[in-house]
């Protein structure tokens, strides 16, 4: 078996994808610009490496039959080639790409490639059924479609050319050729031959299912953020696995679970941040079945700090005892950075470091960011985890956000509720890190733009410092006897109980309160063999817990033991579903 490092070693990437000595990395600006305005571009982020650092490990792709390992300047090459690859396809500025692919070379190379042609990329979830990717491609109007060969088959019958990639990074594969071609067609201009879109605020992105267009100005504010918030460097490692994970090695990664895909909103401007740090960024969808096992030894040697992206709650998924390989930071060389949003982060991992942010795929991803203050730091862990676990304030890129009181009719004016970390209304958000609408739907818009602000559906409190704290999504919200019972306060309080490791609460039908909360939770492997055969007895004590810390209206008044929650491909609990069990079994 191939070690890290002799794999890095022997790896040689195409001739097309080497670049000529002098390679000159800049993009053409048109003369008529003014003298003082540049138009923001986040594809410059990664010409900007491959300058400052052309030999520094850019992209690594390992755990497959044929790894490949590319430097900042290589991999500019290769974008390069991909974006006159669009060109000698025909592409126009604002033409629709279409990438169906899991975290590959690809999809990395897409989602750089397609600015420097000036058209706009649509990463597609591989999840999804057929009829939902023959939607979106239609849809999108996509011109072109490049597939990884495992989902060709969800792509057969499209009117768009496609483009297969066997992910193996040699001459003989389908990508590489419309590498090599594209490398051709440019005739050695370089990225002279490709010109900046003058027009900051025209459309770079389109993503679904929301269905929503983001521009390379906006692109651009937010990756500088998500770098800055998340402390990226050029020593920092971001590991793209979209699957879930268990390396129980010395303090490498003690389960994340369903860490970001590159498809999911085109990675909320992650790879744009990567590039603007210089930082590796290291490819992976399959990890946990790897063909191939590395020495971990040399892949740390490569870098000392470790990035993580948790798309909702890292390290919550298994026993206690797992966890005890996490060091905390200033026990080891070796930082491990935990990004998280959506779910508060367990007291338990604070050794990783968490950052809490909050955000949609309607903000480019993430927005706000929970800056910790050196006052919590003498308070119990399970008190520190509580604020920890709030949304925060506004990044620096973002306009500051506003929790305003529900509007009743089309034009009313927005109004603040009081900062007293009680009353509740919703988040509301506008500037340059705000989506430019939905693609093609222009009631759709106005509607979430009324009043001059993005309107998130995200029901939170504020606070007296300014931060906010989301209570729940509108749609979730539980209304049991007049009175509002957020179902997020209800799971941090239920999740606080140790036999719980996940839980869900949604609202069902109640005969004299309207609705009252019904709770499915998963118990720790340990617990559930304790409780087997005596569900009602872990009912009992659960709402005993739950009558200390809730009031009687939001205490469950049903629990359900499962053995898993419903999800969506990228690790959200679909509630839905949840909504339909709690109803049917009302009706038992």
């Known amino acids: 078996m191939n070690s890290f490092g002799s794999a890095l070693t022997n790896f040689r990437p195409t001739p097309a994808s080497i670049p000529p000595s002098n390679a000159h990395l800049t993009l053409h600006i048109s003369s008529d610009l003014p003298v003082n305005f540049h138009p923001l571009n986040p594809l410059e982020f990664l010409l900007r490496a491959a300058q400052i650092y052309p030999d520094r490990l850019a992209l690594l792709h390992p755990d497959v039959q044929f790894p490949v390992f590319y430097t900042y300047s290589v991999w500019a090459q290769r974008v390069q080639n991909f974006a006159y690859g669009?060109?000698?396809?025909?592409?126009?500025?604002?033409?629709?790409?279409?990438?169906?692919?899991?975290?590959?070379?690809?999809?990395?190379?897409?989602l750089q490639g397609v600015i420097g042609a000036r058209a706009i990329v649509t990463t597609i979830n591989t999840r999804l059924t057929k009829d939902e990717i023959d939607y979106i491609l239609t849809h999108s109007g996509a011109r072109l479609i490049f597939v990884d060969h495992d989902y060709k088959h969800l792509v057969s019958g499209a009117t768009a050319p496609i483009i297969v990639s066997d992910d193996t990074g040699r001459p003989d594969d389908p990508y590489e050729g419309f590498l090599t071609a594209g490398r051709v067609y440019s005739q050695e201009k370089g990225w002279a031959g490709l010109e900046i879109d003058?027009?900051?605020?025209?459309?770079?992105?389109?993503?679904?299912?929301?269905?929503?267009?983001?521009?390379?100005?906006?692109?651009?504010?937010?990756?500088?953020?998500?770098?800055?918030?998340?402390?990226?460097?050029?020593?920092?490692?971001?590991?793209?696995?979209?699957?879930?994970?268990?390396?129980?090695?010395?303090?490498?990664?003690?389960?994340?679970?369903?860490?970001?895909?590159?498809?999911?909103?085109a990675g909320w401007t992650f790879p744009w941040s990567i590039t603007f740090s210089f930082a590796t960024q290291a490819v992976s969808d399959h990890l946990a079945n790897s063909r191939l096992l590395f020495d971990l030894e040399a892949f740390l040697e490569l870098r000392s700090n470790t990035l993580l992206w948790s798309s909702y709650s890292a390290d919550r998924n298994h026993e206690p005892s797992k966890r005890k390989a996490a060091a905390a930071p200033n026990q080891d060389d070796h930082c491990w950075c935990c990004t998280h949003r959506s779910a508060p982060c367990s007291a338990e991992v604070q050794g990783f470091q968490p950052v809490h942010v909050y955000g949609l795929t309607e903000t480019y991803g993430p927005f706000t960011r929970n800056y910790p203050q050196s006052s919590w730091f003498g308070l119990s862990p399970s008190e520190r985890a509580k604020l920890s676990a709030r949304q925060g304030h506004a990044f620096a890129t973002s306009a500051p956000l506003r929790v305003v009181r529900p509007t009743t009719s089309p034009g009313d004016k927005l109004v603040d509720v009081p900062r007293d970390g009680k009353t509740v209304g919703e988040i509301v958000a506008r500037g340059n890190i705000v989506m430019q609408g939905y693609f093609q739907d222009p009631e759709a818009t106005a509607r979430a733009f009324e009043g001059g602000y993005f309107h998130s559906g995200d029901l939170a409190v504020w606070h007296p410092d300014g931060s906010v704290q989301i209570q729940d999504r509108s749609k979730d919200i539980i209304i049991s006897g007049g009175e509002n019972a957020s179902s997020l306060a209800i799971e941090q309080e239920l999740a606080s109980h140790p036999d719980v490791l996940e839980v869900s609460v949604v609202g069902r039908e109640h005969p004299k309160w309207g609705e009252r909360p019904m709770a499915f939770v998963i118990l720790h492997a340990g617990s559930a063999e304790r409780w087997a055969g005596n569900h009602k007895g872990f009912s009992s004590a659960l709402k005993a817990h739950a009558r200390k810390r809730l009031p009687g209206f939001a205490t469950p008044e049903w629990i359900a033991i499962v053995e898993e929650l419903p999800k969506t491909s990228t690790g959200k609990i679909m509630k839905t579903v949840l909504r339909k069990r709690a109803a049917a079994s009302a009706k038992l």
């Open 198 to 265: 003058s027009d900051e605020n025209k459309p770079l992105s389109l993503n679904y299912t929301s269905g929503t267009t983001g521009r390379p100005k906006g692109t651009y504010l937010a990756a500088v953020a998500n770098a800055f918030e998340t402390q990226m460097s050029k020593e920092s490692t971001y590991l793209w696995w979209a699957a879930t994970l268990l390396l129980d090695i010395i303090i490498w990664i003690v389960l994340f679970h369903r860490i970001l895909p590159m498809f999911h909103a």
């Open 86 to 110: 669009l060109l000698r396809a025909g592409i126009q500025p604002g033409d629709r790409i279409a990438v169906l692919a899991p975290n590959s070379p690809m999809i990395a190379d897409a």
